[in-house]
């Protein structure tokens, strides 16, 4: 799924596309089989999964990067330098949000430098930044929300339950399990009238 929703993402990657993350979402919800309207931030949690939108930023990078090391004749190269003198003017283009994108994340330093050391470990680090970031989020989301105040208490990490990797599991007890650990069961529904 995802090499197809991340067509062309090296130029479009940098922007928030909900509706992008909207598919990857209703992918999750089905797998699990609950209702459209669960909690996105459960889903996430139970499944171990992470935006989508972390990994076309990553792919933005590396094209970027790609970019810097063409030779100066090729027309890409010299397309992007059109746009770097138009971001050094004050015009917003997709450089600017690549250099926004890397300073707000704690790596202007390469912006400025315009190369690493280690290619492979500064990406592997700025998705772990990405990473941090959205779970710090996903925390602070969590912890307001109170109809995940039951769900958050013992489950306030992102990691993929094992019941879902296990095969042998009966789909109808693993449904039941879902609905009633994300609390969109029937029993926690009418939770009020039973109590």
């Known amino acids: 799924m995802f090499p197809i929703l991340s067509y062309g993402s090296e130029l479009w990657g940098i922007f928030e596309i909900q509706e992008i993350e909207r598919v990857h979402l209703y992918a999750l919800k089905r797998f699990l089989n609950v209702s459209l309207h669960t909690s996105n931030n459960k889903v996430y949690a139970e499944t171990g999964r992470f935006p ?19 030779e100066s004749t090729r ?9 770097l003198n138009m971001c050094n003017n004050g015009h917003n283009n997709w ?5 926004d994108l890397l300073c707000h994340n704690g790596y202007g330093i390469v912006w400025l430098m315009g190369h690493v ?5 500064f990406i592997k680090s700025f998705k772990q930044t990405l990473i941090d970031n959205f779970i710090q989020g996903f925390n602070a989301k969590m912890f307001a929300d109170k109809n995940c105040e039951f769900y958050f208490s013992f489950k306030s ?3 993929t339950e094992l019941y879902l990797r296990n095969v042998n599991f009966k789909s109808c007890l693993r449904n039941c399990l ?10 926690y529904g009418h939770r009020f009238k039973f109590k």
């Open 52 to 70: 989508l939108s972390i990994n076309l930023k990553i792919k933005s990078i590396n094209y970027w990067f790609k970019i810097r090391n063409l």
């Open 75 to 83: 027309i890409v190269n010299q397309s992007y330098q059109c746009l």
């Open 95 to 99: 450089v600017s949000i690549i250099r």
């Open 117 to 121: 050391g280690n290619k492979d470990k």
């Open 157 to 159: 990490i992102i990691t």
């Open 178 to 187: 879902i609905k009633f650990r994300l609390g969109v069961s029937e029993l």
